[in-house]
């Protein structure tokens, strides 16, 4: 097939993005398809007549990231200050392709905004959610609400406009420790932990740099895990146990910055539970295809649902991949087996 695998964009998350979608172009080559990777906001720099040459099976595709997030505004300024989030000649490379691959993280990529421009277009056939499931899913607020309707455990939070509210509203209804964290970010961005009034203030700033809209939430002690789903089927959960620290920006992508365990040390119950909690998750958020839920397994042991993922890190060590492997679908198999989804779809 002829896949163009989009990445990158003007998100604090393109770096992550930048290095899941190098690494499935390189995969799916691997697999005998034709690739073409390209940066969803820079665009292409220039439009070949034939716009199908630009799919290619003899590349090899890298990318790293890097301690500290990405300066948006300077991607901006490269490429000319534009406002619009898809650059030139994305649209018609994703129109000639059999499959479009979203390796996007954060922004547009998981917010919903792409996958309804691409149904608009006639443009079916892509991985992921649909654009409702990236809706619902991304904003932490709405996915609490339905989260709790459906009864998936989460930690009590308040919605918080950093432009109008008064951060008393914070101490009053969850207090301290609490967890501060925009409203629509991934990857911890912008999130900090809080223990006193002080720290509140600089949380607050911190959040407030990516988004005006944010959520405080009750910190719960525990173990941290996470738990995919794929093709209707939950996968074996990962503990993640940060080697310092708590598992922020720098050491989700850090190499050796934690330890990660799959399968997750867990009862035959806890198991089946936290299984369970995911596809309630997913279920209630109107997921598609795949995504992850992360949990925090309080001391009371009760798996309390952090966020679910719409499209989760996609390195061959990120966490779906692991838990993948866990049942025996290596890195290459489980990208291709995403494009055949979306095929499907």
């Not at 691409?118 to 892509?126: E, S, V």
Request: aromatic fraction near 8%.
């Amino acid at each position: 097939m002829n896949i163009v695998v989009l990445a990158g964009g003007l998100s604090p998350e393109r770096d992550v993005s930048l290095t899941s979608g190098s690494l499935i172009a390189n995969a799916l080559i691997r697999r005998g398809h034709n690739v073409a990777l390209v940066d969803v906001y820079c665009g292409l720099d220039n439009i070949p007549a034939d716009i199908k040459s630009l799919f290619r099976n003899d590349k090899v595709y890298s990318y790293h990231v890097e301690k500290a997030e990405p300066d948006l505004d300077a991607v901006k300024a490269s490429c000319g200050g534009r406002e619009a989030l898809i650059g030139p000649g994305v649209i018609e490379l994703c129109t000639a392709a059999d499959v479009v691959f979203v390796g996007l993280h954060g922004a547009m990529g998981e917010n919903g905004q792409l996958q309804a421009t691409l149904d608009n277009l006639g443009i079916r056939h892509y991985t992921g959610t649909g654009y409702i499931g990236a809706l619902l899913s991304m904003d932490k607020d709405i996915s609490k609400r339905l989260m709790t309707e459906a009864g998936v455990p989460n930690a009590e939070w308040v919605y918080f406009d950093t432009e109008k509210d008064d951060p008393s509203v914070i101490c009053e209804k969850i207090g301290f420790p609490c967890v501060i964290k925009p409203s629509s970010c991934g990857s911890s961005v912008g999130v900090s932990r809080v223990f006193t009034n002080e720290e509140l203030k600089t949380a607050l700033s911190a959040a407030k740099k990516y988004e005006r809209f944010i959520i405080a939430e009750k910190m719960i002690s525990g173990r941290e895990l996470t738990c995919a789903v794929l093709d209707g089927v939950a996968l074996p959960p990962v503990e993640i146990i940060p080697k310092s620290g708590w598992y922020d920006y720098a050491n989700k992508y850090q190499s050796g910055a934690t330890t990660e365990i799959c399968p997750a040390p867990l009862t035959e119950e806890q198991t089946r539970r936290i299984g369970e909690v995911a596809l309630n998750a997913f279920h209630a958020l109107r997921m598609e295809m795949y995504g992850r839920a992360d949990f925090i397994l309080g001391d009371d042991g009760e798996f309390y649902c952090l966020e679910v993922n719409a499209l989760p890190g996609m390195t061959p060590t990120s966490l779906l991949p692991q838990e993948a492997a866990a049942v025996g679908i290596g890195y290459d198999e489980l990208c291709d087996k995403l494009v055949h989804l979306a095929f499907e779809k």
